[in-house]
């Protein structure tokens, strides 16, 4: 399973941006599709965590935010972010739990600028 996040860019502050990840290979067994934040010099967090019928999960620091969603059709996951903040800054990765692989693919990550 190959990811492929895009739709980063540089916004400022109150903003808002739409990423998506898109899924290629052999897909079927994806399950949990999640989106990290990784900013400057730091541990890389989950922000996102949706299940395959569709039900997400945030971090407290993004809720009432971001909203993740997914199509399954498409083995595509998009986060869209509103009201962006400073804080927000840095490269957001996708993640997917693979069953048949018994493991978690990464994609290279988008990154996400907000600026004063």
């Known amino acids: 399973v190959q990811l492929v996040e895009s739709g980063g860019g540089l916004v400022q502050v109150g903003g808002s941006l739409n990423l998506s990840c898109t899924a290629s290979g052999t897909t079927r067994g994806i399950t949990r599709m999640s989106w990290y934040h990784q900013a400057p010099g730091k541990q890389r967090d989950l922000v996102a965590a949706i299940t395959r019928a569709g039900k997400a999960d945030y971090a407290d620091s993004v809720r009432g935010r971001f909203t993740a969603s997914r199509d399954n059709a498409k083995s595509t996951l998009y986060l869209q972010m509103k009201n962006l903040k400073l804080e927000d800054t840095g490269v957001y990765y996708c993640?997917?739990?693979?069953?048949?692989?018994?493991?978690?693919?990464w994609g290279r990550g988008t990154q996400v600028t907000v600026s004063s």
């Open positions: 993640n997917a739990a693979d069953v048949y692989s018994g493991g978690r693919h």
